[in-house]
């Protein structure tokens, strides 16, 4: 079932469970201007969403309960802490209804991985709990409340291929011709902080090098555009990239193993350490996965393929 309608007009309300697919995002341009007053940096991205999803799963329930399985079971801690809680709690308050809910997240997103996994469940969270609630809130309602749980909560509520500005919470979708971008991820083991990220990049610009300017994404637009997977790859940038390879000097040898591998290109994604591969078809994808899991630089390797929808009710 299809929850937006062509027109984004207002959601139904569901009896039953709502099941939400939400993907994860990759930056294909990451432009980091200067720390801001309120602890955030001005952005200029250009984001892409990408077919590694997670699922949540919300019911009706007596009491706001998590449970999970799949990447980072354990680990992640299922208490008023997780954005998966405090969306269902933002919501309920905004829509002034009780945070009633039984949620199950099923996670294929790695953990501070730079895919904005916690964004997507976020997003996640919002649509699945505003329609078993029937609050009817709009897309970009739940946005506004998203915009202030994470940087990336409205995105992965929008998807596609977008601008994203502000702190990245500003997104205009950019249209292009339709095309599909063939991607590799190197998953790596363990995360990093993203905080940790921004403030390392604030440090490495104490010194002369890299720049603090925040460079607009006007080449990679146009790139995107020609729909030339040699032309995309010229352009692909990160800012933070200098950063969290700093954090993490052994990413330098996952981006020489993708290279290596055949890869068009290849760049940190968002904060890191997940290093994402742009490869020319589907078939090169599969062939540049195979080679880079042979080279045994990272935990695992995989493909996907972008732009992909928003959250969307499955
Ligand atoms: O919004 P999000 O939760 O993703 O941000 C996590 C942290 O990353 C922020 O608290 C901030 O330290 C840093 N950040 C930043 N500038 C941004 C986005 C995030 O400095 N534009």
Sequence with gaps: TEAW????????????????RVP???????????LREDGYHELNTVYHAISLFDELTARRGDTLTLTMEGEGAGELALDDSNLII???????????????????????????????????????????????????????ELAEIG???????PFLLHGGTAL????????????????TWHWVLAIADGGLSTPEVYRELDRLREGPWPPAALENADELMTALRQRK????????????????????PALADVLKAGYDAGAVAGIVSGSGPTCVFLAADGAHAE???????EAGVCRSVVTARGPMPGARVT
């Design 287 to 293: 062939q540049v996965a195979a080679e880079l899991t």
């Design 24 to 34: 994860s995002k990759i930056n294909l341009h990451l432009g980091v201007g200067p």
């Design 147 to 153: 915009a202030e749980l994470g940087s990336d909560v």
């Design 229 to 248: 997977p040699e032309v995309l790859g010229a352009t692909l940038a990160n800012d933070l990239q200098p950063a969290a390879l700093s954090l993490r």
């Design 86 to 140: 405090r969306a269902a709690r933002a919501l309920a308050a905004r829509g002034r209804v009780p945070a009633h809910a039984r949620l199950h997240l099923r996670k294929s997103i790695p953990l501070a991985g730079g895919l904005a996994g916690g964004s997507a469940d976020a997003a996640a969270t919002l649509l699945a709990c505003d329609l078993l609630w029937g609050t009817g809130f709009s897309r970009e």
């Design 5 to 20: 309608g062509p027109d984004d007009d207002k959601p139904r309300r569901f009896a039953g469970p709502v099941k939400v």
């Design 164 to 179: 994203g500005t502000g702190h990245g919470e500003s997104v205009s979708p950019i249209l292009a011709r339709p095309t």
